[in-house]
């Protein structure tokens, strides 16, 4: 998804922590040190929580222990200390393993009788023990957070490489782990290939990207497998640079531009897209989403230090017969409503091999294609801070293609009418996201809505 959640915090000091349950009991490993126990600790190098392959290499260096990552089971940080906690619930693959001399197996009863050299970890291994001596699993707990999830996965990623007639060539790596997707790495005899398994908010997923790798071989990351049930797709490694790691503007121009014919050759194809299920989310469906979503004070304001002002939930509430008006007239501009990726940014384009591979297609659906270079240019000058009129000559380039709907001039004004809704899309976008995410994970996606709407506030013009 886009970058616009807490999740990326650079300049903070995070520590990490560890909770490491045994093979066969309800117990959890502790260390000892000088003041007393604690959870297997370090400090990262990689401060997006969802990035977990140097969480379980750490677990591997100091302990021994093969691991994999559940969940982020717990974050707090302080923006004036500039200093951070999280608290990882990982999955145990070692039976033969001999404890540490600092270590040991600690049970619920003892956690009152410790001493913690972290005091604010007791209460939280309270709560993990709980769910873990109840079985209480909340209902909308993603697959990949569930105890045996990784070795199911890894077992038909071996079924379909032997069906490719590769083979492994190092252990599978857990590379991302989050509320709205897992990767895992895999080398092989013949490169390296990804397993992305989706969560259910994003169940077509797998199934979309395939079509749309088949229709659009040039513009698509190679999909080698797909199982629709478990909604896991197996790719290629697509290799090439990130466009946002890159400076000749030539390639963003380039980028933009094919991404722009794809939208148009797609055109023809909307009707078959949606029979096929991609989801109708046409400019004139907004109208009926904006009220449920102005008056959703949860997603306005989140538990985080992102939500919005009373002054600026007044000022959204107000905006929302002129917001529903603006929709009908973008639903009859002149530009017809086609595939769009949703969460277009420069992290989601690669070019490799003189080839522009757009990938992420989570959030694909049918709609207004200006959506996705609104979005995309949003925070463009930070990614190429030393091109003159940088924006503007990416916005044209991607308009040029459009000529042949309306006039450049026409266009242009239509590109800026077209960004408080922009915004509203991608509100409302997250607000469903949000909702499908299990309660103590919510905070991964929690400033993402107030993010847009007040984007939304400061672009709206009358």
Known sequence: MSQVATYHIPDFHFDYYSIIPHKTQPQLLMVSNENGWCLPHFVPYEHHFGIVDHINQEIKVQLGLNVTTLRCFHEDYCRETKTGCRVYAMENHSSQWALPTNARWIEFHELDSLTFAIPKLRQILKSWFAEILSNNIPELRVPWAKIGWFEKAVAWINVQLN?????????????????????????????????????????????????????????????????????????????????????????????????????????????????????????????????????????????????????????LRSLTSHLKEMCRELAVCGIPSTLIHGDLHPQNVVVTDGKHIYFDWSDAAISHPFFDIVNFLQKIEEELPDVADMRIRLRNVYLESWTI????????????????????????????????????????????VPFFLKTLIKQIKF
């Open 405 to 448: 709907y309306l006039p450049m001039e026409q266009l242009i004004l239509l590109f800026h009418k077209t960004q408080p809704l922009a915004a509203l899309y991608s509100a409302i976008i997250y607000s469903e996201i949000t909702q499908n995410l299990e309660a103590s994970q919510k905070w991964q996606m929690a400033g993402a």
């Open 163 to 315: 069906n490719l007639g590769l083979s492994a060539t190092a252990p599978i790596i857990q590379v991302k782990n989050w509320g709205i997707s897992c990767l895992l790495k895999v080398n092989t005899t013949s490169g390296n290939l990804y397993l992305k398994a989706a969560p259910t908010t994003f169940a077509n997923e797998p199934k979309f990207t395939y079509l749309l790798s088949k229709t659009y071989p040039n513009y698509f990351p190679k999909i080698l497998a797909v199982d629709t049930e478990e909604q896991w797709m197996l790719m290629e490694d697509f290799g090439g640079k990130h466009l946002a790691k890159i400076t000749d503007i030539s390639q963003w121009e380039a980028a933009l531009r094919l991404f722009a014919e794809m939208q148009i050759q797609a055109v023809e194809q909307v009707d078959k897209l949606l029979i096929l299920g991609f989801p109708d989310r046409q400019v004139d469906r907004l109208t009926s989403q904006i009220d449920p979503l102005f008056a959703d004070t949860s997603a306005l304001v989140p538990q985080t230090d992102s939500g919005l002002s009373e002054t600026e939930i007044e000022t």
